[in-house]
């Protein structure tokens, strides 16, 4: 069985700070997507990674993914109350043809 | 707007009703998905569908019936449904064999309440 272990689950933290989210499994992805979702609404994708080492920005967000391309991280700069919902981690696993698995989520708050 | 609509955003049935969910991509992709979200679980893949034909059935129980009848709408029906089938029905579509990955795009979701 193909998991993908995120953590934390649960992220409470104060305006300005830093935070980052990880996600990990023991099998290789060919990509890993990461989405963010509000209340009542479906994930909206933030990043598509694919390559080994490959890093990403999205303004204060930046995102990793391991060289071996079995974890990734999103790492949040300076964190604004804007910033909280649901973050979500996916990947396509090799042989896993159009077939994403996703993550249990973090969710995060981020109080004024 | 991520051009994938789900209609209706919200409905509530009752166990013996007959209902079902719309989907439309805009994006000319060429597979279709399903999936359910219920609170504390991950995002449950329930249905795939490539070019129309169905590729994935994810050990759903039979009171969920997908159709597909083209690479652009793909409905959910339901029939007798549990209470344990309330969630958030979310539709997706993905544009398979392109370059950078298989990302998939989601609509705002169905929220069901089986009463």
């Known amino acids: 069985t193909q998991l993908l272990e995120q953590s934390p689950q649960f992220l409470s933290i104060q305006e300005g700070e830093n935070l980052t989210v990880y996600c990990n499994s023991s099998?290789?992805?060919?990509?890993l997507q990461w989405y963010r979702q509000e209340p009542g609404e479906g994930p909206v994708l933030l990043v598509t990674v694919v390559t080994g080492g490959e890093v990403k920005k999205l303004k204060r967000l930046t995102f990793q993914f391991g060289d071996a391309r079995k974890d990734s991280s999103l790492h949040i700069t300076a964190a604004q109350p804007g910033d909280t919902g649901l973050y979500l981690c996916?990947?396509?696993?090799?042989?896993?043809?159009?077939?994403?698995?996703f993550g249990a989520g973090t969710r995060l708050a981020v109080h004024p | 707007e991520t051009g994938v609509t789900q209609t209706p955003r919200h409905l509530v049935m009752g166990m013996t009703n007959k209902k079902s969910l719309k989907c439309e991509q805009h994006l000319g992709h060429n597979a279709m998905y399903w999936y359910k979200q219920s609170a504390k679980k991950p995002l449950e893949l329930m249905f795939v569908?490539?070019?129309?034909?169905?590729?994935e059935n994810n050990s759903v129980p039979s009171r969920f019936s997908p159709e597909c009848p083209n690479s652009s709408h793909l409905f959910l029906h339901l029939h007798t449904l549990q209470p344990e089938d309330s969630a958030l029905y979310l539709c997706a579509s993905s544009l398979i064999g392109s370059a950078g990955g298989n990302t998939i795009y989601f609509g705002e979701g169905s929220w069901l309440t089986v009463v």
């Open positions: 569908y490539n070019f129309k034909e169905q590729t």
């Open positions: 099998s290789v992805f060919s990509s």
């Open positions: 996916a990947g396509e696993f090799w042989g896993g043809y159009n077939k994403l698995i």
